[in-house]
């Protein structure tokens, strides 16, 4: 039987988990040594920081926009456990991202892209915490204590509004818990009680399992 064109199923959501290497201006470069093309029906790109790769810079982070909006369906940009650029300079993200409200979220950060000013923001509306929640986020022994102090907050907020948490990882910065039954920080900073926290880990207990 003969297909009369090309099929388009859409691709709800591409994971690189630890294997991203980088963007060379057209193909994902994987830690392989493989490129991936662009895919024109992807919805949501989630890239966790390579191996070799912690950093990234803001041509970097442009070109994955780039890389994301040759689909129609996408919508979101997830960048994981990575370094951002503290911003990104306005004139050089990509108009049709602004046209069609991409959002690029920060999960090391519990911050999205202003993709008018290029700043990192705080969401200030439901329905981008609630879309924030619903894909995990972390608190790294490695951040500064301003990052850290805004991810608790973030947490707060979601759980005052019953936002269901869907995933809270304590990257190594787990110290101990107090007699109130919060969270202390190896930096010394308290994560309070979070009542919508469906899932939460620490590499702590990674190494009792292990």
Known sequence: MKTTGIL??????LCLQWSFRGFDGKYIRLESGLSLSSLSSVEKISINAGIQKQEFTEEEVIGLINYGIKSPRFKELWLRNCKLPSSIKPDIIPEES???NI???SSREARLLDLISGQWRKPDDIQTITEMCSGGLSIHRDTSESVQRSVIEFLVEASNHDIPIFQVSLVWSFSKIDEDGNIILSSGL????????EDAHTDRERERNE
């Open 8 to 13: 388009n199923i859409p691709i709800s959501k």
């Open 98 to 100: 602004r046209s069609r």
């Open 103 to 105: 959002k690029v979220i």
């Open 190 to 197: 308290s994560l309070p009680i979070i009542t919508s926290i």
